[in-house]
């Protein structure tokens, strides 16, 4: 059973543009959901990271946007770049715990 | 220094074989995992160690073999692989046995390709 559905699969945005990401979890004991982003060939990169307390959180371009009692978060990429082209996950793990709980991955392409 | 430093970056390796991937980190982590991920797939945890010893074996096949000799290092002796164990494996270490307390660092993988 998939404990963080992610979505879209793939993701398509002019250069400038807004690119938004969106997930959904169950386990209302999860309390730690970062983005991961990752290039071809590379190992996910912590990108940014919320926890339940906090409703948004933004670090320069991307901003975590999170809604606790609907139980979903979404990573929004404003002004993106080509640069930005990568596979984003987004996660959740728990206290005690000791894994994450990834989505299945978002493609994004960002064209000039 | 902030890195999981993984070697090889890349094997190819027969069936029939015997090759170990090797992970290392020098940040003081005491948790060390290590992460399958076909393509396009998120990673999916193989094992997790914590102080050294083994905390978790997600019902990985025993052809994959784990050991951590140190804190700072951690293997993956591979036996006898199948084609369908080509993968990229990524190494992660954490501060915490709770990853979100202090955070999570992967390694850039070593690409492995069974022939």
Same mark, same amino acid.
Not at chain 1, 94 to 112: A, E, H
């Given at each position: 059973?998939?404990q963080?559905?992610q979505?879209?699969q793939?993701?398509?945005?002019q #250069?400038? *543009?807004?690119s938004? +990401?969106?997930?959904?979890?169950?386990n209302t004991? %999860?309390?730690?959901?970062?983005?991961y982003? &990752?290039?071809?060939?590379?190992g996910?990169?912590l990108?940014?990271?919320?926890?339940?307390?906090?409703?948004?959180? #933004?670090? *320069?371009r991307?901003? +975590?946007?999170?809604?606790k009692?609907?139980k979903? %978060?979404?990573l929004?990429?404003?002004?993106? &770049?080509p640069?930005?082209?990568?596979t984003?996950?987004?996660?959740a793990s728990?206290?005690?715990?000791?894994?994450?709980?990834? *989505?299945?991955?978002?493609?994004?392409?960002?064209?000039? | 220094?902030?890195?999981?430093?993984q070697t090889?970056?890349?094997?190819?390796m027969?069936?029939t074989?015997k090759k170990?991937?090797?992970?290392e980190q020098?940040?003081g982590?005491?948790?060390m995992?290590?992460?399958?991920?076909k393509?396009?797939?998120?990673?999916?945890?193989?094992?997790?160690?914590?102080y050294?010893?083994?905390s978790?074996?997600e019902?990985v096949?025993?052809r994959?073999?784990?050991?951590?000799?140190?804190?700072?290092?951690?293997?993956l002796?591979?036996?006898?692989l199948?084609p369908?164990?080509?993968?990229?494996?990524?190494?992660?270490?954490?501060q915490?046995?709770?990853?979100?307390a202090y955070?999570y660092?992967?390694?850039?993988?070593?690409?492995l390709?069974v022939v």
């Open positions: 059973q998939q963080v559905k979505s879209p793939s993701l398509i945005v #250069k400038g *543009g807004i938004i +990401i969106n997930c959904a979890y169950e004991a %999860f309390d730690y959901f970062p983005w982003q &990752q290039f071809p060939g590379k996910p990169a990108l940014i990271a919320i926890r339940p307390d906090v409703s948004e959180k #933004k670090e *320069g991307f901003t +975590i946007s999170f809604n009692s609907a979903q %978060f979404s929004h990429i404003m002004d993106s &770049q640069g930005d082209s990568a984003y996950f987004c996660a728990m206290d005690p715990g000791n894994q994450f709980y990834f *989505g299945t991955g978002t493609s994004l392409t960002v064209i000039p | 220094d902030t890195e999981v430093t090889p970056k890349h094997l190819v027969g069936m074989n170990s991937l090797k992970c020098h940040m982590h005491r948790a995992y290590w992460y399958k991920q393509a396009k797939k998120p990673p999916e945890l193989m094992f997790v160690y914590s050294e010893k083994l978790i074996n019902s096949p025993s994959f073999s784990p050991e951590c000799p140190n804190s700072s290092l951690l293997n002796h591979l036996h006898a199948q369908e164990d080509s993968a990229l494996y990524l190494c992660a270490s954490s915490a046995f709770y990853p979100g955070g660092t992967f390694g850039s993988g070593t690409r390709t």
